[in-house]
């Protein structure tokens, strides 16, 4: 079966690269898959090799093309499309997809709400006659499940058994002297108003030392004072984002494909969800902590850092690192993972069901 996957980069990094994983995953199942994206430079970010000036080309069996040049693209024939987090379509492409039986693929954000569960997979109707329906990833098997490789899991068993010391050092080219050799190692992976001046005041009088990891850039004022050693390193690409969580203790993401990936590494992770009008992000965030059962401090800790709380992170973050609540966190967080990992991931479910609606047309 043939996939058309339409992005438009809309949240940073986030929705190329959900969009890149699922083209990838699906065409690593044997399936045919293109990407039509409409700014190939984040892309490169995620993928370097890619050339953002070329309108087309292939890489780890994936086709991708720039946005303008799908308006000279046919359709699938009896493929599917998929619009990503309801993107619109290039009306030139829309128009072809009524002769060519075409499956249409509403592409959702990421949620808790357990009112997904009864939208997921529902019918949309169009006037063109398009079968079209809402796909929603989720926590639960009744929705559409979460993106993840099929040997995961085991290629993190693999990393974490070796030395972290050294695979940092790969992971970053630093020299060694300057990779911490004891203490606890945490990722800052956020958005810009992220109350980092209270994590930072935080972790500096802890009794513990801290090296905090800041990919590319760190945020202007964040430094080096008292427990806490703030270690700035080369941004890294999505191919190996994964072995860098998995060398953290605990780790600071920022929107949905992030807060996926620092799941599947079975540690403890505060997660920035998108910012919306009028806070509604912050009900979204209580729906997550309800699944994520986690200990207290761990949940206030959260709250405390979407909602840009520098003091109430300062007050948190020691309460959620006491060795009790600590380890506490990283049971549940270890054993939620393996809980997520027994459902079938997003790429199988989606091409099942499409098959199956394939099948009934």
């Known amino acids: 079966m043939d996939f058309d996957i339409f992005c438009r980069v809309i949240d940073n990094y986030g929705d190329a690269g959900v969009c890149w994983r699922l083209a990838r995953q699906l065409a690593a199942l044997g399936q045919g898959a293109r990407l039509w994206i409409d700014d190939l430079g984040v892309l490169g970010r995620l993928l370097p090799g890619i050339d953002p000036a070329r309108e087309r080309q292939s890489v780890q069996g994936v086709q991708i093309g720039a946005w303008h040049a799908a308006e000279q693209a046919?359709?699938?024939?009896?493929?599917?499309?998929i619009e990503a987090f309801a993107c619109s379509l290039p009306p030139r492409y829309a128009a072809t997809m009524a002769t060519r039986g075409c499956l249409?693929?509403?592409?959702?954000?990421?949620?808790?709400?357990?009112?997904?569960?009864?939208?997921?997979?529902?019918?949309?109707?169009?006037?063109?006659?398009?079968?079209?329906y809402f796909y929603f990833?989720?926590?639960?098997?009744?929705?559409?499940?979460?993106?993840?490789?099929?040997e995961l899991l085991i290629q993190r068993r693999q990393a974490q058994a070796q030395d972290r010391r050294t695979r940092l050092q790969a992971l970053t080219g630093l020299p060694a002297?300057?990779?911490?050799?004891?203490?606890?190692?945490?990722?800052l992976f956020c958005y810009p108003d992220a109350p980092w001046?209270?994590?930072?005041?935080?972790?500096?009088?802890?009794?513990?030392?801290?090296?905090?990891?800041?990919?590319?850039?760190?945020?202007?004022?964040?430094?080096s004072e008292g427990a806490l050693q703030v270690l700035p390193i080369p941004f890294v690409p999505q191919a190996r984002f994964d072995e860098l969580l998995w060398c953290c203790d605990l780790n600071f993401v920022r929107g949905e494909d992030s807060l996926v990936r620092a799941l599947w590494a079975g540690s403890p992770l505060v997660w920035q969800i998108y910012r919306q009008a009028d806070d509604a992000h912050?009900?979204?965030?209580?729906?997550?902590?309800?699944?994520?059962?986690w200990p207290a401090p761990a949940r206030a800790l959260t709250r405390a850092w979407n909602r840009h709380d520098d003091a109430g992170v300062l007050q948190a973050l020691?309460?959620?690192?006491?060795?009790?609540?600590?380890?506490?966190?990283?049971?549940?967080?270890?054993?939620?993972?393996?809980?997520?990992?027994?459902?079938?991931?997003?790429?199988?479910?989606?091409?099942?069901?499409?098959?199956?609606?394939r099948q009934k047309s």
């Open 74 to 81: 046919l359709a699938p024939e009896r493929g599917v499309v």
């Open 104 to 132: 249409w693929i509403n592409l959702e954000y990421l949620s808790a709400e357990s009112w997904v569960e009864g939208c997921h997979g529902l019918p949309s109707p169009q006037a063109s006659g398009i079968p079209k």
């Open 137 to 150: 990833p989720g926590f639960s098997p009744a929705t559409g499940g979460l993106l993840r490789e099929t």
């Open 177 to 187: 002297r300057r990779l911490p050799d004891q203490g606890r190692i945490m990722l």
């Open 197 to 223: 001046a209270g994590l930072q005041a935080a972790l500096a009088r802890l009794d513990t030392p801290t090296c905090l990891l800041v990919p590319g850039a760190a945020p202007a004022g964040l430094r």
């Open 282 to 293: 912050l009900d979204k965030l209580d729906a997550w902590l309800d699944r994520a059962q």
């Open 318 to 357: 020691p309460q959620a690192l006491a060795p009790q609540a600590w380890h506490a966190w990283q049971t549940r967080c270890r054993d939620w993972s393996a809980e997520l990992s027994n459902q079938t991931d997003l790429a199988r479910n989606l091409l099942d069901f499409c098959q199956k609606h």
